[in-house]
Every structure is written in structure tokens, then in C-alpha cells.
């Protein structure tokens, strides 16, 4: 019942809702008829445009940070909006508190969606108040560049200038309307509803970010600077002693080589761990080469194409839900691979989500090693030497798909629950853990390998240019 009134709320609250609000507002106000007929028309295509921009963007995983999962909050912030316009031609003066519901817009969906959506808004109250196009052009203008202000919201972000500078704009914008289009002589009390106007979108777009910026902390995308001011509220750098001198910036290559040695050394501990032996599995024939063709999940679903270079897909087995895309990473890190090993053919990966004790089956099954792991990597090529994919036309019934013609890599089974123990280890985010993953995995499906050093060196050189080159970083907590 909950998860049904999730998919239809969020609908109803872009659409509908809306659409009623504005045919109700236009008869209050007793709006001729013709006008609310090309108002309703002009605004009821908006409304579908804006519905399926964002079903668009969610689709092609251009949504900002986790809006794609969030589609509530863009819808609520909406239909918001929409109230406070039926209810600006009760101001007796443009003082218009819409700037806050701008900058929600475009935090909780993308610049495009917040652009456009801020738009329908203001067009609405223009009709509604009866205004003229140049008091749109400066609104729209001012919610424009408070949308450009405050797009990106990271960790070392600092809203007061942002914030100082967009209620500037906002207060030119006001003054520029009292100024130019008020009939009525200019007087002090012209700009008492305006100055308080100021005050409350300031305030709005204070609870706005206060809002956002807890999101952003509890997906571990925004962390505020280690020391505070106590008496001030403001992040401050920490102290450094008068004769210490300043520590050298770290090496990132250096860092993530380090990384790596620790990984080996942790997996090397993982082999002396005993664990207790669950009842013997159904008897397999277990060959010393594994290929993807005896895992259940090879191509038992659709494929998810992205482009015409390489397809993907990926199944979730468990209930575990990540604050980024799946999908987004995969297609990014699949991508940079087989371009960097010059690969010649459309190319397809299976990948497969599953817990700790779901990667252990499958670590027993086909490995004969009976104890949990991050990743297992099941390439469905017999290469003679890395990346020499030529070695597939020699098994062309068993390397391509006789349908879509495309290379069938392999396959790759991740841990969710090692994702998250690993990304809280190493000190980074579940997204850099989960990218990290996968980019080792890849190169593993291209014929690389670690059991020498020689190969191992090769091997972690080309995983953290592959890492770099998409711009997945070590970002630390």
C-alpha cells in the first residue's frame, strides 16, 4: 500500500494538482475566459514537458546526486510553488517569495528541470497577477542566476556567499519593478513589503539549505570543515603551530598504490580465516576454468543497452538501495576500460548484486574456496595475452551473441555487504568502493591478472588510471 501511494503521489503532485490549482486561482480572480483557456493550454503543455523531461532525465541517469530516487520532494517543492502563486494577487506589490522554491527546484532535480519548472511558476503568477512580461523576464532572470549560485553543493561548500549574492540579485530585481512599473508615486512605504519579502526568502532559502545539507551529510557527500567557531557558527581551519612547516600535499598515485598493498594483505588475512561450513551445496562439476555459461545469471535477462559500443546489465538480489546510480558507474567504468584496451567489438557485461553469504556460494561453487569475497570476475574469453581480444574469433560460438552479435565479456558478482564494510575500512564512500570494484573486475574480463608481480604492478596501474580518468577520487570521510 505504501510503496503504491509513492508511485501515484509524486504523479498527481507534478500534474494534476497543479492544473487545478490554476483553474481554480483563475476563476477566483475572475480571469476572462479567454485568458484562462490560453493560459491553461500553454501550462498544461508545460506540465506533460516537464513530466517527461524528468522521467527522461531519470532515465538517462542525468539527475543530480540521488534525485532519481527522490521524485517526492521535486513534485512537493512543485506543487508548493503553485500554492504560493494563487496567492500572490493578494500582495499589493510584485514581492513575489519564489526565489527559495527556484533553488529547491534545481537542487532537487538538475539545473534543466529547476530552470524550466521555475518557469511554469513564474509565468503562472504573471497571468494571475496581471503583469507584465518584463516583471517574468526579471523574476525568471533572478531565480535563473540563484539556480547557477547554488548548483553545486559539495563538501567544501559555503552557502553565505551564494546566499548574500542571490538576495542581492533578488532585491535589484524588486527595486527595478517598483521603480519602472509601479504607476504610483515612489515613496518609503513602496519598499516595506519588498525589504520584508527579502527577510522571508532569505529565511526560506536558509531552511531550504539547512534541509539539503542534511541529506547531503547522511550520504556522506557533504562533511563541513573539522573545526567550528562556537561563537560565530562558521567552519574555521584548524590551527597550525607558528613554526610547523606546512605538510606536503599527498601523492594520489602514491595513496591508492598504498591502498592496493593493504587490500592484498587484508585478502591474504581472509585466506587463514576459518569459517564454519554450511550443508554441502548441489553437486556441480567444478572445472579448473570457469565460464560464464554455467552461471544462472548469464543473459537469463533483457539487456540494458546504453550505446552502441557496449551493454550492460545489472541485477540487485538483495534490498539494498545506494545514495548514487548503478547504472551510471558501470556504463562510465565500462566505457573507459575498453577504450583504453582499444577494443574492436560491441561488447556486453553481465553484473550481479548479492550478500556476503550469496558471493560465498558462488566463491565455493566455482572457486572451491569456501568463505565470502568482494568480487568474483568470470571472464568468458580464453585469452592468450591481455586485452588481445582476437582471441575470441578462435570460440566465436561461445564468445558472441548470436542475436545482437555483440562480445560477451563476462560476468561479475559483487558483495554489497563487503561495499559497505570496505568503503568504511578504507575511508571512502560506497560509490568509490563500488567503482573500484567493478574497474578491477573489468580488467580481470580483459585477461589481466595479480598472481605475479609483474602482473600485479601492470594490473593497479591501469585500475587507478581508469579511476582517475572518470573522476572517481579517494574521497575521504
Request: charged share 20%; net charge negative; hydrophobic share 45%.
Amino acid at each position: 500500500m505504501v510503496k503504491t501511494l509513492k508511485k501515484i503521489i509524486p504523479p498527481a503532485l507534478l500534474v494534476p494538482v497543479p492544473c487545478l490549482l490554476l483553474v481554480w486561482a483563475g476563476y477566483y480572480y475572475q480571469k476572462p475566459v479567454g485568458e484562462q483557456l490560453r493560459n491553461g493550454v500553454m501550462f498544461g503543455i508545460g506540465i506533460l514537458s516537464l513530466w517527461f523531461s524528468w522521467l527522461y532525465c531519470a532515465q538517462d541517469s542525468s539527475l543530480e546526486r540521488d534525485n532519481d530516487r527522490h521524485m517526492m520532494r521535486f513534485a512537493l517543492f512543485f506543487a508548493g510553488g503553485m500554492g504560493l502563486v494563487c496567492a500572490l494577487p493578494l500582495f499589493p506589490i510584485q514581492a513575489w517569495p519564489l526565489l527559495a522554491f527556484a533553488v529547491a527546484l534545481a537542487l532537487f532535480s538538475n539545473v534543466f528541470l529547476g530552470l524550466f519548472a521555475y518557469g511554469l511558476l513564474v509565468m503562472s503568477a504573471v497571468f494571475l497577477t496581471g503583469s507584465s512580461i518584463n516583471i517574468f523576464f526579471l523574476y525568471f532572470l533572478c531565480g535563473s542566476a540563484a539556480i547557477l549560485l547554488f548548483r553545486n553543493m559539495e563538501r567544501s561548500f559555503r552557502p553565505g556567499v551564494p546566499l548574500l549574492t542571490t538576495l542581492l540579485y533578488y532585491m535589484t530585481a524588486e527595486t527595478a519593478c517598483i521603480i519602472l512599473f509601479m504607476p504610483q508615486p515612489l515613496s518609503w512605504e513602496l519598499f516595506v513589503l519588498p525589504v520584508m519579502n527579502l527577510f522571508l526568502t532569505g529565511l526560506l532559502l536558509l531552511l531550504l539549505l539547512q534541509y539539503f545539507g542534511y541529506t547531503l551529510k547522511k550520504a556522506g557527500l557533504w562533511e563541513r570543515a573539522a573545526g567550528t567557531d562556537a561563537q560565530a557558527g562558521q567552519a574555521v581551519k584548524a590551527e597550525q603551530p607558528p613554526e610547523t612547516l606546512p605538510e606536503p600535499e599527498p601523492d594520489p598515485v602514491a595513496e591508492l598504490m598504498a591502498e592496493m598493498e593493504l587490500r592484498q594483505k587484508m585478502a591474504a588475512q581472509e585466506e587463514e580465516t576459518t569459517y564454519e561450513t554450511p550443508p554441502a551445496p548441489r553437486e556441480t562439476q567444478v572445472t579448473e576454468d570457469v565460464t560464464v555459461r554455467e552461471l544462472f545469471i548469464y543473459h537469463n535477462h533483457p539487456v540494458r543497452r546504453r550505446n552502441c559500443n557496449m551493454s550492460f546489465y545489472i541485477e540487485n538480489d538483495t534490498e539494498t538501495e545506494f545514495l548514487f546510480s548503478l547504472e551510471e558507474i558501470v556504463e562510465r567504468i565500462v566505457e573507459e576500460i575498453l577504450t583504453s584496451e582499444a577494443c574492436p567489438y560491441e561488447t556486453h557485461v553481465n553484473i550481479l548484486l548479492t550478500d556476503n553469504e550469496g558471493i560465498r556460494r558462488y566463491n565455493r561453487e566455482y572457486r572451491e574456496i569456501d568463505r565470502p569475497t568482494d568480487v568474483l570476475s568470470f571472464p568468458n574469453i580464453a585469452f592468450t595475452q591481455p586485452a588481445d581480444f582476437s582471441a575470441a574469433e578462435q570460440d566465436r560460438i561461445s564468445c558472441f551473441d548470436p542475436e545482437s552479435g555483440a562480445l560477451m565479456l563476462g560476468d561479475i558478482i559483487v558483495s554489497v555487504d563487503k561495499i559497505k564494510e570496505q568503503a568504511d575500512a578504507y575511508g571512502h564512500s560506497q560509490k568509490r568502493e563500488f567503482a573500484f570494484l567493478v574497474a578491477h573486475s573489468m580488467l580481470h574480463l580483459c585477461g589481466y591478472d595479480h598472481m605475479e608481480p609483474d602482473e600485479s604492478a601492470v594490473m593497479k596501474k591501469k585500475q587507478i588510471t581508469a579511476l582517475q580518468n572518470i573522476g572517481i577520487t579517494r574521497d575521504f570521510k
